[in-house]
């Protein structure tokens, strides 16, 4: 009788245990994020179905908008008001956009990304904290260099207070220390040209200048750094490109007139290394052609001011 009990344990232990180990191995790559999110970015949240993400702003939501409401769902309640939960109804590979807006007036773009249950290796965002873009100091031969939030210095028909004044003709006035004097362009229609990069513990301020050659009113999007080279793939070659996080950019205007030009400034971490094939890049592209940025190379390590002549 006790040897019957002993395989009777052994046989239990052993149809437990692999059940175990595989729930264990399909457990997913979970994640908590907390993004600095700027009005004109847009935030990838990735979801896993039978799984929930939650979604937290720094105001009350006042509406949450899907793209698509049939393999998507969102849930905010008024006991928790600053947060958001999203979920994934399809098994299968899905995608959607989705529109936050708080009771301050402002927007948060998500894409919302589920891989189904074709491929598990993706993590899945349990949390996403939403702060507002910080402030960042670079050090330069110039004065400092002061890089807030995204702002369009356009003159506007608003009131303005005599602070804000102040600190519009500051930013102005860093803009214009900045340009670009003698640009080198790239590209025809929208041409975009970089200035000498300042660079301070692995972060790097470039000064950037676009000039709309175009014979109509252009819009620009935010801009974008690349780190983009080939690589041989047998008998052909692949051009591969990641895509590197800006911390912070300011530009002077996003709507550029027929032979208007905007200066501006892109703050970001540059990458520690990159291989001799690879180029980084500034990508400017504008509204109406989002699949033909104009690029712009950047050298990838930024000259020492005041060295031996």
């Known amino acids: 009788m006790k040897i019957c009990l002993s395989l009777v344990h052994l046989i239990t232990i052993s149809f437990l245990f692999p059940r175990a180990a595989l729930a264990q191995?399909?457990?997913?790559?979970?994640?908590?994020?907390?993004?600095?999110?700027?009005?004109?970015?847009?935030?990838?949240?990735?979801?896993?179905?039978?799984?929930?993400?939650?979604?937290?702003?720094?105001?009350?939501?006042?509406?949450?908008?899907?793209?698509?409401?049939?393999?998507?769902?969102?849930?905010?309640?008024?006991?928790?008001?600053?947060?958001?939960?999203?979920?994934?109804t399809s098994a299968k590979p899905t995608q959607t956009n989705a529109l936050?807006?708080?009771?301050?007036?402002?927007?948060?773009?998500?894409?919302?990304?589920?891989?189904?249950?074709?491929?598990?290796?993706?993590?899945?965002?349990?949390?996403?904290?939403?702060?507002?873009?910080?402030?960042?100091?670079?050090?330069?031969?110039?004065?400092t260099v002061a890089i807030g939030e995204t702002k369009n210095l356009a003159t506007e028909n608003q009131p303005t207070s005599p602070s804000q004044t102040k600190a519009g003709r500051q930013e102005e006035d860093l803009l214009r220390t900045e340009r670009i004097e003698n640009p080198h362009w790239e590209g025809k229609q929208l041409r975009v040209a970089v200035g000498q990069a300042k660079e301070k513990d692995q972060q790097m301020a470039v000064p950037f200048a676009v000039l709309n050659s175009s014979a109509r009113t252009v819009e620009l999007l935010p801009p974008q750094i690349q780190l983009a080279g080939t690589s041989k793939d047998k008998h052909r070659k692949v051009i591969k490109a990641e895509t590197v996080a800006i911390k912070d950019y300011r530009i002077t205007s996003r709507r550029l007139a027929p032979g208007a030009r905007a200066d501006g400034i892109v703050v970001f971490d540059r990458p520690t290394f990159k291989e001799s094939s690879e180029k980084l890049l500034l990508a400017v592209s504008q509204a109406a052609e989002v699949d033909r940025p104009v690029l712009a190379p950047i050298a990838f390590v930024a000259p020492v001011s005041g060295g031996a002549k």
């Open 100 to 143: 936050i807006t708080t009771r301050g007036g402002h927007e948060i773009s998500l894409s919302l990304v589920s891989q189904g249950k074709s491929d598990r290796s993706e993590p899945v965002d349990y949390v996403l904290n939403c702060e507002r873009p910080h402030s960042f100091l670079i050090a330069s031969t110039h004065p």
């Open 25 to 88: 191995a399909e457990l997913p790559q979970a994640r908590i994020v907390t993004l600095s999110v700027d009005p004109e970015q847009v935030v990838v949240l990735h979801l896993r179905i039978g799984y929930v993400s939650s979604v937290r702003v720094l105001e009350e939501v006042s509406s949450v908008v899907l793209g698509d409401p049939g393999g998507f769902k969102a849930e905010h309640s008024e006991a928790e008001p600053q947060l958001v939960f999203f979920k994934t």
